[in-house]
């Protein structure tokens, strides 16, 4: 499956963004999807993940509450919504497909592009 990300730009801080991720194929919703990030200098790290039918959810505890994933299966994408962003959500943003939910980068096989998220104080 190809993944391709949309959706970041530049914001004040506490406004809002919503991430896209489309991707390629018959088989998106055999995938759990998951979202991930990476600011300058450090790891990427999960922010989250949402099961293949979309009924389950599970989020990184600095961004629960602030944060919702959701997919569309008919429209083979994945969304990240994303509210009262701060300076250090300021990061590349990458989603991620697998075969279960995971908050670990080796639970996923497959790889978007990554879209940049600038959140200005």
């Known amino acids: 499956v190809q993944l391709q990300a949309s959706g970041g730009g530049l914001v004040q801080a506490g406004g809002s963004l919503r991430l896209s991720c489309a991707a390629s194929?018959?088989?998106?919703?055999?995938?759990?999807m998951g979202w991930f990030r990476q600011a300058p200098g450090k790891e990427r790290e999960f922010v989250a993940t949402i099961s293949r039918s979309g009924a389950a959810t599970y989020y990184q505890d600095s961004v629960e509450g602030q944060f919702t994933i959701s997919r569309d299966n008919a429209k083979n994408t994945v969304y990240l919504q994303m509210n009262s962003l701060k300076p250090e959500d300021t990061a590349v943003y990458y989603c991620?497909?697998?075969?279960?939910?995971?908050?670990?980068?080796?639970?996923?096989?497959?790889w978007g592009q990554g879209t940049q998220v600038t959140v200005s104080s």
């Open positions: 194929g018959r088989t998106f919703n055999t995938y759990a």
């Open positions: 991620a497909a697998g075969f279960s939910m995971s908050i670990k980068l080796s639970g996923y096989d497959y």
